[in-house]
């Protein structure tokens, strides 16, 4: 039987799925390699958290040195309705943002000296119904969008010289039962969904050519209660999904050749208290999970043999009121996680030895209302 919901009744049902699911996640950073040695990583140099109830942007220039966040002239910038989660592309040249309650994608190009964002022609493109979770595959040919109440994601195929967005044939393919974070392994060949009250992962093989989605025999694979954030390191090897109802990480090793998935020993891992954003270092040696009822945010060193997770020395570190989604800068030197109820975000440094996060001078920095997703640019 088909659920009809009203735009109040609609508002109510996002508010409270926001109390437990808000990601998105990020991709890992890279470098070009020369012959004598490896230059440093991109550096970052913009920051964008989308504010859910003022239904804007709020965009912030980084400190490279210190990681300190400044917001730019002319922020917070004009969103849909109740914006979620935000995405780049590969080069940094656009940002995408999921709108719950106007069903549909914000598409920004971004002003490479300044980060100001202008809106792409043709945006905001539409999608399924309360749209909350984006991510831009990581060769930067495709964009999925995960759709809470249609169960379904939108994808399409992005123009790398607009920005603009063309729905896939076949689009929306089907997804597990509320579906959250979308990520996809950095070859592009797999994407996986955390599905919210299913409690599962949704496997799928992308094809190449034209971005559609295929589900990976065995799919889907079991998770936790309420799995909503979704995490893969930067080697393709591992995946990670925090549980916002088991107040766990559930952890798995992801087969290169068919995309399945098969549970690290010792996964699932303990975290805080409603765990639900999740993000690995581009180094692959660190997981941070965002614990909202707990307000703090947990870290883990990986095992690059196995996958499993190890608590830092000190976590849980000391979060804001109510952390909701994680972004680590593509340099591996800060992590930046919003605060829902506090409307702010907390920036860290990282030990890039231990992995233990220490506060930024001046964090938490200032947001709209109900800051929800974070994204940093990185331009090569």
Aim: some cysteine; aromatic content about 8%; proline content about 11%.
């Amino acid at each position: 039987m088909a659920l009809r919901l009203t735009r109040s009744s609609r508002r109510v049902c996002v508010a409270l799925l926001c109390l437990f699911t808000s990601v998105l996640t990020g991709c890992g950073g890279g470098s070009v390699t020369l012959s004598s040695s490896p230059p440093p990583p991109p550096t970052p140099k913009f920051a964008y958290v989308a504010n859910r109830m003022s239904d804007d942007i709020s965009a912030y220039t980084i400190n490279a040195t210190s990681g300190a966040l400044t917001p730019m002239p002319g922020s917070p910038f004009a969103g849909g309705t109740q914006p979620s989660v935000a995405a780049t592309d590969p080069l940094g040249k656009f940002v995408y943002v999921a709108n719950a309650l106007s069903d549909d994608v914000s598409a920004y190009s971004v002003n490479g000296a300044t980060g100001g964002l202008t809106p792409v022609v043709g945006s905001p493109f539409a999608a399924g119904t309360t749209p909350v979770g984006v991510t831009v595959e990581p060769l930067g040919r495709f964009v999925y969008v995960t759709n809470h109440i249609s169960n379904d994601i939108s994808a399409y195929t992005l123009n790398a010289g607009s920005g603009a967005l063309t729905p896939v044939a076949g689009s929306p393919f089907p997804a597990g039962t509320v579906p959250g974070v979308l990520a996809v392994v950095p070859s592009g060949k797999f994407a996986y969904v955390a599905n919210v009250t299913s409690n599962d992962v949704s496997a799928y093989s992308i094809n190449p050519a034209t971005g559609g989605l295929t589900p990976v025999a065995g799919s889907p694979f079991p998770a936790g209660m309420g799995a909503f954030g979704v995490a893969i390191d930067p080697s393709g090897k591992f995946l990670y999904v925090a549980n916002a109802f088991s107040d766990d990480v559930s952890a798995y090793s992801i087969d290169s050749t068919s995309g399945a998935l098969t549970p690290v020993p010792g996964s699932p891992f303990p975290a805080g208290d409603f765990p639900f954003g999740v993000a690995v270092d581009p180094s692959g040696k660190f997981v941070y999970v965002a614990n909202g009822l707990s307000g703090n945010v947990s870290a883990y060193t990986i095992s690059a043999a196995s996958g499993a997770l190890t608590p830092v020395p000190g976590s849980p570190f000391p979060g804001g009121g109510f952390p909701t989604l994680v972004a680590v800068e593509p340099a591996g030197k800060f992590v930046y996680v919003t605060n829902e109820t506090s409307n702010d975000v907390s920036a860290y440094s990282i030990n890039a030895t231990t992995g233990a996060l220490t506060p930024v001078t001046g964090s938490p920095f200032a947001a709209g209302t109900t800051p929800i997703g974070v994204v940093v640019v990185r331009q090569p």
